[in-house]
Nanobody, 120 residues
Framework: QVQLVESGGGLGQPGGSLRLSCTAS????????MGWYRQAPGKQRELVAT??????ADYADFVKGRFTISRDNAKNTTLQMNSLKPEDTAVYFC???????????????WGQGTQVTVSS
């Protein structure tokens, strides 16, 4: 069994900062990329940022220059969110491309989501 658990989030002020962390655990052979999606009420889930195992990061245009994704170790990723805007309010989901055994395919696994609310 594989679990991804997010922590952090909560209430942030416009212009402020929040940090999200995600840790994978369980029956894991290797993890390729990890990253974050978000979903605001009434909207589709959208990609925020991804990072490969070698540390190559990619960002959605709406967070470039404000958010930074890092890979702390093979099973953990952090999203540092600066210069927060009210439109960043959403549930943020962590994902990992995980292989559970050698010679098996990578599959995407998801965390349960953590609420981020940006409001004064």
């Amino acid at each position: 069994q594989v679990q991804l658990v997010e922590s952090g989030g909560g209430l942030g002020q416009p212009g402020g900062s929040l940090r999200l962390s995600c840790t994978a655990s369980g029956n894991i052979f290797s993890i390729n990329s990890m990253g974050w999606y978000r979903q605001a009420p009434g909207k589709q889930r959208e990609l925020v940022a991804t990072i490969t195992g070698s540390g190559s990061a990619d960002y959605a245009d709406f967070v470039k220059g404000r958010f930074t994704i890092s890979r702390d170790n093979a099973k953990n990723t952090t999203l540092q969110m600066n210069s927060l805007k009210p439109e960043d309010t959403a549930v943020y989901f962590c994902y990992g491309q995980i292989r559970r055994a050698v010679y098996t395919a990578f599959n995407n696994y998801w965390g349960q989501g953590t609420q981020v609310t940006v409001s004064s």
